[in-house]
């Protein structure tokens, strides 16, 4: 069943306000550069390895791994945001590509690193559901996702949704305030290893195992 006939445009919403305001979008980098920088120390990066760096925007977190000589493949639905990166990216070794990252033309296992920076968030559960289920299927070694953190005390979710959502354009913070991100995660087959707040709260860096645990046997003997 497709996924986009449960929830209706969420994409139409994404494309229109980020192929629109691309030029904007740099301006706020400055809140987000230092949470970026940790998503790649955390994510345990070797020379050599493969990086894909889905919805990847105007390219930072992509560039961050590039500018230590990674060789980096930012996707991202919104052509202009794209055409941003490309033009931050050129002399580095990145390549671009407008795709959907609930369909990723790339063959099972083709990263070591996949990250994922501020977008889940705009995309209802069942969806964000498929692009992680199709991030577990392309990556082979560790998932880094990078999306708002929530209050802890949930009788600010709403004052926090609501001023989140005016800053972020996101038609879905209201669910994301409330939503259990980790079992969201485990239900798509990713093994959550670590949790990371940055940003003085701002967000949250979530860490994955994308191989699926192997299940315990209770026996005679014990469980093996």
Aim: aromatic residues 10%.
């Amino acid at each position: 069943m497709d996924p986009f006939n449960l929830t209706g445009d969420y994409r139409t919403h994404v494309l229109y306000h980020y192929n629109r305001y691309a030029y904007l979008y740099d301006v706020m980098e400055f809140m987000r550069r230092g949470t970026r920088r940790k998503a790649m120390l955390l994510s345990g990066w070797c020379p050599g390895e493969r990086v894909l760096d889905l919805c990847t925007g105007t390219g930072e977190l992509a560039l961050a791994f590039a500018s230590k000589g990674a060789k980096v493949v930012g996707t991202d639905i919104a052509r202009e945001m794209l055409k941003r990166a490309a033009i931050k990216g050129l002399a580095m070794q990145s390549t671009w590509v407008e795709m959907d990252a609930t369909s990723l033309a790339f063959a099972d296992g083709s990263f070591d690193i996949s990250v994922l920076s501020l977008a889940l968030h705009h995309m209802p559960i069942p969806v964000q559901m498929s692009v992680l289920r199709e991030l577990r299927r392309v990556t082979n070694r560790r998932i880094v996702i990078i999306e708002p953190d929530i209050p802890v005390d949930q009788r600010w979710a709403p004052l926090w949704s609501f001023d989140a959502s005016i800053i972020d354009e996101s038609e879905y913070m209201h669910e994301w305030v409330y939503q259990d991100f980790a079992s969201t995660c485990q239900s798509a087959g990713l093994n959550v290893e670590s949790l990371h707040g940055t940003t003085f709260g701002l967000h949250r860096i979530i860490i994955c195992d994308p191989k699926v645990a192997e299940p315990k046997v209770e026996t005679a003997w014990g469980v093996q």
